[in-house]
Nanobody, 122 residues
Framework: VQLQASGGGLVQAGGSLRLSCAASGRTSGTNVMGWFRQAPGKEREFVGF???????YYADSVKGRFTITRDITRSTVSLQMNSLKPEDTALYYCASTGRLNYPTAQAGYDYWGQGTLVTVSS
């Protein structure tokens, strides 16, 4: 499975941004697709995942502001980010696994895309 993340950029606090992750290769390796982020000087942290089509789970820090959706026909997953805060600034990574679990840790994923940078100015 190859994952390609895109959509990062610079946005003001309170604004919105939509990230996309396009998957190619074995679709069986994308039963769960997740998003992680890594801020400068910090460890990579879990943002959320979507299991199958609409089973989602989010970190407390983004719950109510971020939404993950999946477009099966285009093999893409999107991360809609609203009410952005400066602390959301990070490199955002998409990941996937074919395992039917509920992964909130990096070890739960088998495939990773490159990061896309999100910068939120105050």
């Amino acid at each position: 499975v190859q994952l390609q993340a895109s959509g990062g950029g610079l946005v003001q606090a309170g604004g919105s941004l939509r990230l996309s992750c396009a998957a190619s290769g074995r679709t069986s390796g994308t039963n769960v697709m997740g998003w992680f982020r890594q801020a400068p000087g910090k460890e990579r942290e879990f943002v959320g995942f979507i299991r199958w089509i609409n089973n989602t789970y989010y970190a407390d820090s983004v719950k109510g502001r971020f939404t993950i959706t999946r477009d099966i026909t285009r093999s893409t997953v999107s991360l809609q980010m609203n009410s952005l805060k400066p602390e959301d600034t990070a490199l955002y990574y998409c990941a996937s696994t074919g395992r039917l679990n509920y992964p909130t840790a990096q070890a739960g994923y088998d495939y990773w895309g490159q990061g896309t940078l999100v910068t939120v100015s105050s």
